[in-house]
Structure formats: structure tokens, C-alpha cells
């Protein structure tokens, strides 16, 4: 039995490190692909924003074209003005000199208006084009990085696996398919030790008879709790069947205890508090 515990510990170390590089490997796509997004998005807005632009500078080309037509035709009304006769002819004149003016005046500020807004699409497209440089370079850094770390990864992967594979058959199939799927649940852990009666991966109490068939390690036993593959630890024996624990002892047990291996536990308050939130609410 001590040879199985120490060959599920192996495994353990062993079937950690590859999850871990298997869930690195899978979030690689979602990475790049975020950041292909991001370049086409920004090229898309500047090829729209291109498009505006190609169409706004024909609009301020022809309103110069306009404008400078609009000035011939009031200067040559305004020369006729000299050879005018009659006040008919004054009356007449200086209504087309008038409205000649104020088509000028018209074209004048259409075209600053176009102009002002070529102008700003101009420098948004300066900003734009900049964006795309810089978010193009980290696409390109990205890829480069990906392609070096998949490989690494990978081929650390294949040492695992072989490694893995000096392992595994001389352990149960049944026995194997749990521990693997307890170390992908239960991040990284999947047997622990029995320490003062207590589960060291879940930090549950165990039953006295329990931990004893545990110490006895006839078969494989898997804590009730938080289903971990556990083993009775040494040193431990007469502290725990001599059925007596006292208080200062009891305290340095307890801060003994990572307090991170709590995180992963529900606190069994949460289920009492939301019930009371409920009973509140109604
Ligand atoms: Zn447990």
C-alpha cells in the first residue's frame, strides 16, 4: 500500500503540472484571437473613416471650384454696374450682384464647414493609425511569445506524459480515473494526509473508526468529504489513539493549518446567512 501512496504522490506532481499546461495551452486561442479582434476592429474604423475622407475632399474640391465661379460671376456683375443706364437696369443688376453675393457667401461657409471636418477627420486618423502600429506590434509580440511558449509547453507535455505513463499501470484503472479527475477539480491535490484525525485537504473531522481503516491501509480510501485519496500520516499515532488531545495542544494543531487551503471550503455560515436574507425579504 505505501508503494501506491507513493506512486499516486508521483502522479500527483505529475498530473498537476500537465492540467496546468493543458489549461495554458487551451487559453491561447481566446488570447490571440482577443487581440486579432482588437487590430480589426481599429482597421476597419480607419478604412471607414478613409472612405469619409476620399468623399469629403472631392465635396471641399468642388465647393473651391464653386466659390471661385460664384466670385467671377459677381465681379464681372459688379464691372457692369460702370455702363449702367437706367435705373431699371441699376434696380435689376443689383439684385443679381446681390444674389450673386450671397451664394458666394453660402458657398464660403460650406466650404469651411467641410473643410473643418476633413480636418478632424485627418488628425482621427493620425491617432488611429498610430493605434493600429502599436496594437499590430503587441499582435506580432504575441504571436512570437505563443509560439515559443507553446513549444516549450509542449514539449514538457510530452516528458509528462511519458513519465506518467512509468506510473500508471501498475494502478487500478478505477482507482486512476478518480485521482485524475480529483486533481483536475481540486487544484492540484489529490491525496492528503490524515493528520489529529482531521482531513488535511478539506480540514473535516474524520470518524475515529474510519481514520483507523485508513492507518491500516488494507485498500485505497477516499476522504468523505472532499473525495481525496488519503493516507494515515507518521508520527501521528499516539497523539491520536492515545484518545486524548489538550487544549494548548489542540491550539498549535490549529495554527498549523494553511490558512489558504480554507479558501476552496464553503464557509457553512453563507448557507445560514442567505436563508436569514430570505426570511427578511418575505
Ligand atoms: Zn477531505
Given at each position: ?5 507513493e506512486k499516486l504522490?508521483?502522479?500527483q ?10 489549461r495554458?495551452?487551451?487559453e491561447i486561442p481566446r488570447?490571440?484571437?482577443t ?11 480607419y478604412?471607414e473613416?478613409?472612405h ?8 471641399v474640391?468642388?465647393?473651391r471650384l464653386?466659390l471661385g465661379d460664384?466670385q467671377?460671376?459677381r465681379?464681372?456683375a ?11 437696369e ?6 443679381e450682384?446681390n444674389?450673386?453675393?450671397t ?10 464647414k467641410?473643410?473643418?471636418e476633413l ?6 486618423m493620425?491617432v488611429?493609425?498610430?493605434l493600429i502600429?502599436?496594437?499590430?506590434a503587441e ?6 511569445s505563443v509560439?515559443q511558449?507553446s ?8 516528458e509528462l506524459?511519458?513519465?506518467?505513463s512509468?506510473?500508471t499501470?501498475?494502478l487500478e484503472p478505477?482507482?486512476?480515473y ?6 483536475k477539480?481540486k ?7 490524515i493528520r489529529?484525525g482531521?482531513c488535511?485537504?478539506?480540514h473535516?473531522?474524520?470518524p475515529?473508526n474510519?481514520v483507523n481503516q485508513v492507518?491500516?491501509a ?6 468523505p468529504?472532499?473525495?481525496?485519496v488519503?493516507y494515515?500520516e507518521?508520527g ?6 492515545t484518545g486524548?488531545?489538550?487544549g494548548?495542544e489542540?491550539?498549535g ?5 494553511d490558512?489558504?487551503d ?6 457553512p455560515?453563507?448557507?445560514d446567512?442567505e436563508?436569514?436574507?430570505?426570511y427578511?425579504d418575505?
Amino acid at each position: 500500500m505505501q508503494g501506491v501512496f507513493e506512486k499516486l504522490q508521483q502522479l500527483q506532481g505529475i498530473l498537476s503540472e500537465r492540467y496546468q499546461i493543458e489549461r495554458h495551452l487551451s487559453e491561447i486561442p481566446r488570447r490571440l484571437s482577443t487581440q486579432n479582434e482588437v487590430v480589426l476592429r481599429l482597421r476597419k474604423s480607419y478604412s471607414e473613416k478613409e472612405h469619409i475622407y476620399t468623399n469629403l475632399s472631392e465635396v471641399v474640391s468642388k465647393l473651391r471650384l464653386d466659390l471661385g465661379d460664384a466670385q467671377i460671376v459677381r465681379e464681372a456683375a459688379e464691372r457692369r454696374m460702370e455702363a449702367v443706364k437706367t435705373q431699371r437696369e441699376f434696380e435689376a443688376l443689383e439684385k443679381e450682384i446681390n444674389d450673386a453675393a450671397t451664394e458666394e457667401e453660402r458657398l464660403r461657409q460650406d466650404l469651411r464647414k467641410n473643410e473643418q471636418e476633413l480636418q478632424s477627420i485627418e488628425s482621427s486618423m493620425k491617432v488611429e493609425l498610430e493605434l493600429i502600429t502599436e496594437q499590430e506590434a503587441e499582435l506580432e509580440e504575441i504571436n512570437k511569445s505563443v509560439a515559443q511558449e507553446s513549444s516549450q509547453e509542449e514539449q514538457r507535455l510530452r516528458e509528462l506524459v511519458i513519465e506518467e505513463s512509468k506510473l500508471t499501470p501498475d494502478l487500478e484503472p478505477n482507482l486512476l480515473y478518480k485521482f485524475e479527475s480529483i486533481i483536475k477539480n481540486k487544484l492540484g491535490l489529490g491525496i492528503v494526509g490524515i493528520r489529529s484525525g482531521v482531513c488535511s485537504g478539506c480540514h473535516i473531522v474524520l470518524p475515529a473508526n474510519f481514520v483507523n481503516q485508513v492507518r491500516m491501509a488494507e485498500k485505497v480510501e477516499f476522504c468523505p468529504y472532499c473525495s481525496r485519496v488519503l493516507y494515515f500520516e507518521d508520527g501521528d499515532v499516539d497523539e491520536f489513539f492515545t484518545g486524548y488531545i489538550d487544549g494548548d495542544e489542540m491550539g498549535g494543531l490549529i495554527d498549523l493549518v494553511d490558512e489558504d487551503d480554507f479558501e476552496e471550503e464553503e464557509p457553512p455560515t453563507l448557507i445560514d446567512e442567505e436563508m436569514a436574507g430570505d426570511y427578511e425579504d418575505n
